[in-house]
């Protein structure tokens, strides 16, 4: 046993052996987009000294006349960049502390040809000549389909004061879209947009081979899988090998601690400021819970490891945010365990492992696909395994469920905007709104009416099938449409695409006892006057229609239901009367109103569309449902609350007179 | 006399002017019903006859709250406006009936009569809005202390996050402190209007200071055991308060009661900050005025 060690840390020494070893025998990915990185950081200039070849293959047919780059970190050069343009100019104090970011190309090969002098800034998404977060460079000769090329480039990346997503602070370091990254050949053309304010990335697969040379005192936690550490005088380097992943991003600190733990075969690590030890076990809890939900749902997470950075006091910039198996956290110290903030941030950002990660949707372009599919995920996993009603916040009597909380960020503003457009282009939270909730709260609806079940094998089919591909909106609604065995545009032409709002409303109840018959009648060729005396009504054997067989008094009910909103969807109407019958419909809602009338021994008690609040889109559950009689006691309750209230504000008020 | 002997004489000088707690509980609930009823025409029409009322009852009504801020909160701000107006003179108001309290509690001999409340609270009126006045200057520089102790409190935590909720937590408690004590050196400072109907305000709310400073450990125990018993109702309302439910009308007819009873005793431990103050007042003032008499007399 011992024999054997000796000679495996033999081996491991062996110049030859420092290979990187392969993660997966058979690529996941067509690994078009590969990097081997040797990167040196400069604590004292938070600065990052880069060296990269990258091979690239043309997977298109189209002959390639240049290549495009993403220089991501030049949105943090100046405030007049598109990123802080689309801010409003709020550089938050990277201006006071000159702490700009930015990233310069200095050699650029492509092979063994220097064409440093071609690159060229562009600008596709507007026009701002400011803006330096995409370059160009046009060949002499074209790129054939399926060739292979290798491109070689040195450059600085200076890291900004973390601001958003990436930065340094102190001794802190984050580093995310910090290296020149090619865009997206598709569709007969480049796809590489500039870095945007409300917008995410877009990449191809490929293998990350990276080596990351910093003071041995610095904890690091990257992409991948750490291959082996090399001690050098003060320094280390660590080489990191990523396999069928988009995107590598790395972190180093010398104040992180490690905490470990493998579940499933997924080696777990958490980097965490010591501030926030309490928060491990929780960011634990909620990683196993993503791997267990996702598992049995669409498919298994394929890495080996994951790590989840907890970044320290002041640097939240960086929180809540994905990259293959790597993400951010977000606590704060001695967090109530009825503040499920740290448990939502992981649960999310890790469940994008499988939606942007997996499943490498354009976020630039079609942002819901990940955001609003991952949303979707994150209400159901939150609905399985905590209480519903609760299962956000759940501290003092303040009860918020996950679900709630997400719908109260839609039904404000339904009508602002739709959600298959540019990420970027949003107003104020539209982005938010019409990204993440909306297509949560579509799909949550979808689910209500075709099933759990159904809706399970579409997901499960839309995650198997277009894994380590780029799938647009019209991809998943083929498999909905397959699925279903009928075409479901129809939904998702109505919710994705338009800003139409979903609204369904009882507009009125009311019942009154049939009354007797007034006026003219014709009755056994004679022209009568009706109501008649009792006696002559005896005689003449008239039947007034105010009883039924078994002598109970009729009653006629009516209910009005209104399509408030433009969206056309069936719903169920649910009619309940006083005696406990019930009648239940379907209207298809297709015209602006629908009438029912009833005539039965018994009082009409309420009407209640969508009676099981499967219409989670609807804006208002307030006019789903009307009662003949007033409802009294939540009225009295409230009101006796909101007295008290303002009682309280009233006597704080007087305190100080 | 003890500090806890002027407690329970001021408990008692309150009991026995009960008309007058009853007069500021029903101003005060007069007020609170015209700020609800705008809200409660909201409520009617949004829960009127809708079954999502019985979400409220089942304990589980943050749709409910949610959906009704977002829906009404578009249309709200008249609503705002009229809290702030509405606060606002009941700020007056109190500042109105404080002379009509602290006439009554001075004049102790005579039996209470709404002619001598209002009389005193509009005698005293003007001047104890100038004291309004002044105390918003010392609350200000309480303020700026709050924010100096922040960036004090910041440079010294640094990076630790515990150290920067416990310097939150102590910042609050100081700035709290610092506003009870204003709060407490006015309340002197009316007193001090009524018993020697003074009229320069500015020189009454600092010889209000040195008062309170020459007596500072018996000032502060009467008001901090005063406090104690507003925290003491505060506690047995919240204990108690938990037990009524809205699952049955009667459950929600006995938490209107108890809220009242509440807000009633509230009022009834502003009334005593005032009563035992009085009491202490007198005490540390009564020698030196009866040799001050005598002085002047001979």
Same mark, same amino acid.
């Not at chain 1, 090399?230 to 010398?254: I, Q």
């Not at chain 1, 298994?300 to 994905?322: K, N, R």
């Given at each position: 046993?011992?024999?054997?060690?000796?000679?495996?840390?033999?081996?491991?020494?062996?110049?030859?052996?420092?290979?990187?070893?392969?993660?997966?025998?058979?690529?996941?990915?067509?690994?078009?987009?590969?990097?081997?990185?040797?990167?040196?950081?400069?604590?004292?200039?938070?600065?990052?000294?880069?060296?990269?070849?990258?091979?690239?293959?043309?997977?298109?047919?189209?002959?390639?006349?240049?290549?495009?780059?993403?220089?991501?970190?030049?949105?943090?050069?100046?405030?007049?960049?598109?990123?802080?343009?689309?801010?409003?100019?709020?550089?938050?104090?990277?201006?006071?502390?000159?702490?700009?970011?930015?990233?310069?190309?200095?050699?650029?090969?492509?092979?063994?040809?220097?064409?440093?002098?071609?690159?060229?800034?562009?600008?596709?998404?507007?026009?701002?000549?400011?803006?330096?977060?995409?370059?160009?460079?046009?060949?002499?000769?074209? =790129?054939?389909?399926?060739?292979?090329?290798?491109?070689?480039?040195?450059?600085?990346?200076?890291?900004?004061?973390?601001?958003?997503?990436?930065?340094?602070?102190?001794?802190?370091?984050?580093?995310?879209?910090?290296?020149?990254?090619?865009?997206?050949?598709?569709?007969?053309?480049?796809?590489?947009?500039?870095?945007?304010?409300?917008?995410?990335?877009?990449?191809?697969?490929?293998?990350?081979?990276?080596?990351?040379?910093?003071?041995?005192?610095?904890?690091?936690?990257?992409?991948?899988?750490?291959?082996?550490?090399?001690?050098?005088?003060?320094?280390?380097?660590?080489?990191?090998?990523?396999?069928?992943?988009?995107?590598?991003?790395?972190?180093?600190?010398?104040?992180?601690?490690?905490?470990?733990?493998?579940?499933?075969?997924?080696?777990?690590?958490?980097?965490?400021?010591?501030?926030?030890?309490?928060?491990?076990?929780?960011?634990?809890?909620?990683?196993?819970?993503?791997?267990?939900?996702?598992?049995?749902?669409?498919?298994?997470?394929?890495?080996?490891?994951?790590?989840?950075?907890?970044?320290?006091?002041?640097?939240?910039?960086?929180?809540?945010?994905?990259?293959?198996?790597?993400?951010?956290?977000?606590?704060?110290?001695?967090?109530?365990?009825?503040?499920?903030?740290?448990?939502?941030?992981?649960?999310?950002?890790?469940?994008?492992?499988?939606?942007?990660?997996?499943?490498?949707?354009?976020?630039?372009?079609?942002?819901?696909?990940?955001?609003?599919?991952?949303?979707?995920?994150?209400?159901?996993?939150?609905?399985?395994?905590?209480?519903?009603?609760?299962?956000?916040?759940?501290?003092?009597?303040?009860?918020?469920?996950?679900?709630?909380?997400?719908?109260?960020?839609?039904?404000?503003?339904?009508?602002?905007?739709?959600?298959?457009?540019?990420?970027?282009?949003?107003?104020?939270?539209?982005?938010?709104?019409?990204?993440?909730?909306?297509?949560?709260?579509?799909?949550?609806?979808?689910?209500?009416?075709?099933?759990?079940?159904?809706?399970?094998?579409?997901?499960?089919?839309?995650?198997?099938?277009?894994?380590?591909?780029?799938?647009?909106?019209?991809?998943?609604?083929?498999?909905?449409?397959?699925?279903?065995?009928?075409?479901?545009?129809?939904?998702?032409?109505?919710?994705?695409?338009?800003?139409?709002?979903?609204?369904?409303?009882?507009?009125?109840?009311?019942?009154?006892?049939?009354?007797?018959?007034?006026?003219?009648?014709?009755?056994?060729?004679?022209?009568?006057?009706?109501?008649?005396?009792?006696?002559?009504?005896?005689?003449?054997?008239?039947?007034?229609?105010?009883?039924?067989?078994?002598?109970?008094?009729?009653?006629?009910?009516?209910?009005?239901?209104?399509?408030?909103?433009?969206?056309?969807?069936?719903?169920?109407?649910?009619?309940?009367?006083?005696?406990?019958?019930?009648?239940?419909?379907?209207?298809?809602?297709?015209?602006?109103?629908?009438?029912?009338?009833?005539?039965?021994?018994?009082?009409?008690?309420?009407?209640?569309?969508?009676?099981?609040?499967?219409?989670?889109?609807?804006?208002?559950?307030?006019?789903?449902?009307?009662?003949?009689?007033?409802?009294?006691?939540?009225?009295?309750?409230?009101?006796?609350?909101?007295?008290?209230?303002?009682?309280?504000?009233?006597?704080?008020?007087?305190?100080?007179? | 006399?003890?500090?806890?002997?002027?407690?329970?004489?001021?408990?008692?000088?309150? =009991?026995?002017?009960?008309?007058?707690?009853?007069?500021?509980?029903?101003?005060?609930?007069?007020?609170?019903?015209?700020?609800?009823?705008?809200?409660?025409?909201?409520?009617?029409?949004?829960?009127?006859?809708?079954?999502?009322?019985?979400?409220?009852?089942?304990?589980?009504?943050?749709?409910?709250?949610?959906?009704?801020?977002?829906?009404?909160?578009?249309?709200?701000?008249?609503?705002?406006?009229?809290?702030?107006?509405?606060?606002?003179?009941?700020?007056?108001?109190?500042?109105?009936?404080?002379?009509?309290?602290?006439?009554?509690?001075?004049?102790?001999?005579?039996?209470?009569?709404?002619?001598?409340?209002?009389?005193?609270?509009?005698?005293?009126?003007?001047?104890?809005?100038?004291?309004?006045?002044?105390?918003?200057?010392?609350?200000?520089?309480?303020?700026?202390?709050?924010?100096?102790?922040?960036?004090?409190?910041?440079?010294?935590?640094?990076?630790?996050?515990?150290?920067?909720?416990?310097?939150?937590?102590?910042?609050?408690?100081?700035?709290?402190?610092?506003?009870?004590?204003?709060?407490?050196?006015?309340?002197?400072?009316?007193?001090?209007?009524?018993?020697?109907?003074?009229?320069?305000?500015?020189?009454?709310?600092?010889?209000?200071?040195?008062?309170?400073?020459?007596?500072?450990?018996?000032?502060?125990?009467?008001?901090?055991?005063?406090?104690?018993?507003?925290?003491?109702?505060?506690?047995?309302?919240?204990?108690?308060?938990?037990?009524?439910?809205?699952?049955?009308?009667?459950?929600?007819?006995?938490?209107?009661?108890?809220?009242?009873?509440?807000?009633?005793?509230?009022?009834?431990?502003?009334?005593?900050?005032?009563?035992?103050?009085?009491?202490?007042?007198?005490?540390?003032?009564?020698?030196?005025?009866?040799?001050?008499?005598?002085?002047?007399?001979?």
């Amino acid at each position: 046993m011992r024999k054997s060690a000796w000679i495996l840390g033999i081996l491991l020494l062996h110049p030859h052996i420092l290979k990187s070893q392969v993660i997966f025998e058979n690529p996941l990915s067509p690994r078009n987009a590969n990097y081997r990185m040797d990167v040196t950081l400069d604590v004292e200039k938070k600065q990052i000294q880069g060296h990269q070849v990258l091979t690239w293959t043309n997977l298109s047919r189209d002959l390639v006349q240049e290549l495009q780059f993403h220089l991501y970190l030049n949105a943090f050069k100046n405030n007049r960049s598109t990123y802080f343009r689309e801010k409003d100019g709020d550089t938050g104090i990277l201006g006071e502390k000159e702490a700009w970011g930015w990233i310069d190309v200095n050699t650029l090969i492509v092979d063994g040809t220097d064409l440093t002098d071609r690159i060229e800034f562009i600008h596709p998404d507007d026009d701002n000549e400011d803006d330096q977060t995409v370059i160009r460079i046009p060949f002499a000769r074209s =790129i054939r389909p399926g060739q292979q090329i290798q491109v070689e480039m040195d450059y600085l990346a200076q890291l900004p004061y973390v601001y958003e997503r990436n930065g340094y602070r102190k001794n802190f370091f984050f580093a995310a879209q910090w290296f020149p990254k090619i865009g997206v050949y598709i569709d007969g053309a480049w796809n590489c947009h500039q870095y945007h304010a409300h917008s995410e990335f877009f990449a191809d697969y490929g293998v990350y081979e990276v080596s990351i040379t910093l003071p041995r005192e610095h904890v690091v936690g990257a992409t991948g899988t750490l291959q082996h550490t090399n001690e050098s005088g003060a320094n280390k380097t660590l080489t990191y090998r990523a396999e069928d992943v988009h995107d590598f991003a790395w972190t180093s600190w010398p104040e992180f601690r490690v905490a470990k733990e493998t579940y499933k075969d997924v080696d777990i690590t958490i980097l965490y400021d010591k501030d926030h030890a309490s928060s491990v076990p929780r960011y634990m809890r909620a990683v196993e819970i993503d791997l267990d939900f996702f598992s049995q749902w669409v498919g298994e997470y394929p890495y080996p490891g994951i790590t989840v950075v907890d970044p320290p006091t002041g640097c939240s910039g960086v929180s809540g945010m994905e990259y293959p198996t790597l993400i951010t956290a977000g606590t704060f110290w001695s967090i109530p365990k009825g503040l499920r903030f740290p448990e939502v941030v992981i649960i999310h950002e890790f469940g994008h492992n499988w939606w942007y990660g997996m499943v490498g949707n354009n976020e630039f372009e079609e942002a819901w696909l990940d955001e609003g599919i991952n949303t979707y995920t994150e209400i159901k996993i939150f609905n399985t395994y905590f209480d519903k009603d609760r299962s956000l916040i759940d501290i003092r009597g303040i009860r918020v469920g996950e679900l709630d909380f997400n719908r109260a960020q839609y039904i404000g503003i339904t009508r602002r905007d739709y959600s298959v457009k540019n990420a970027w282009s949003f107003i104020g939270k539209g982005a938010r709104t019409f990204l993440y909730v909306k297509p949560a709260l579509m799909l949550l609806t979808l689910e209500n009416i075709i099933g759990q079940e159904t809706m399970d094998r579409i997901m499960r089919t839309f995650f198997q099938r277009w894994k380590f591909r780029h799938p647009k909106t019209q991809d998943f609604i083929d498999i909905v449409n397959e699925i279903m065995g009928e075409s479901y545009d129809w939904y998702f032409d109505q919710i994705l695409k338009e800003s139409y709002e979903l609204d369904y409303q009882v507009a009125s109840v009311c019942t009154k006892k049939v009354i007797k018959p007034m006026g003219y009648f014709d009755h056994e060729g004679e022209r009568i006057v009706l109501p008649d005396s009792g006696e002559r009504q005896r005689r003449r054997g008239i039947d007034y229609g105010l009883k039924d067989s078994q002598n109970r008094y009729l009653y006629e009910s009516r209910v009005d239901i209104h399509r408030q909103g433009e969206v056309i969807i069936p719903v169920d109407v649910l009619i309940v009367f006083e005696n406990g019958d019930s009648v239940r419909h379907v209207w298809d809602g297709r015209d602006r109103w629908v009438r029912y009338d009833f005539l039965r021994p018994t009082k009409l008690a309420y009407a209640a569309v969508d009676p099981d609040r499967k219409l989670l889109l609807d804006s208002n559950f307030a006019n789903n449902s009307r009662t003949v009689k007033p409802q009294r006691k939540a009225l009295n309750y409230l009101n006796t609350r909101f007295l008290y209230w303002f009682q309280t504000m009233l006597h704080l008020f007087g305190f100080f007179g | 006399m003890s500090v806890f002997d002027i407690f329970l004489n001021g408990i008692k000088k309150t =009991i026995d002017n009960l008309r007058m707690w009853f007069i500021l509980f029903g101003v005060q609930l007069v007020f609170a019903i015209v700020l609800l009823r705008p809200l409660g025409d909201q409520l009617d029409k949004m829960l009127g006859h809708s079954l999502m009322g019985q979400d409220v009852l089942r304990g589980i009504g943050m749709q409910v709250f949610l959906e009704f801020i977002i829906d009404y909160g578009q249309s709200a701000s008249p609503e705002v406006k009229l809290i702030w107006i509405i606060g606002l003179i009941y700020l007056v108001t109190s500042i109105f009936f404080n002379g009509g309290i602290l006439g009554v509690f001075v004049q102790d001999d005579k039996e209470f009569s709404a002619h001598r409340f209002f009389g005193n609270a509009g005698r005293y009126f003007g001047r104890f809005l100038r004291l309004f006045l002044f105390s918003i200057l010392f609350i200000i520089a309480a303020l700026l202390i709050h924010s100096g102790l922040g960036a004090l409190f910041n440079s010294i935590a640094g990076d630790s996050e515990p150290l920067r909720i416990l310097f939150l937590l102590i910042k609050t408690g100081i700035f709290l402190f610092l506003l009870f004590f204003i709060n407490m050196i006015f309340d002197y400072a009316k007193i001090g209007t009524v018993f020697r109907d003074r009229k320069r305000m500015g020189k009454t709310a600092l010889q209000s200071w040195t008062f309170v400073f020459q007596n500072l450990g018996r000032t502060l125990k009467v008001y901090y055991l005063v406090a104690l018993l507003g925290l003491l109702c505060f506690v047995i309302y919240s204990l108690v308060g938990k037990l009524f439910g809205p699952s049955t009308s009667l459950g929600i007819l006995l938490l209107l009661i108890w809220q009242q009873m509440y807000a009633f005793c509230r009022i009834g431990v502003r009334l005593n900050f005032f009563a035992s103050q009085t009491i202490l007042y007198k005490e540390l003032t009564e020698p030196y005025l009866k040799a001050w008499f005598k002085e002047d007399a001979t």
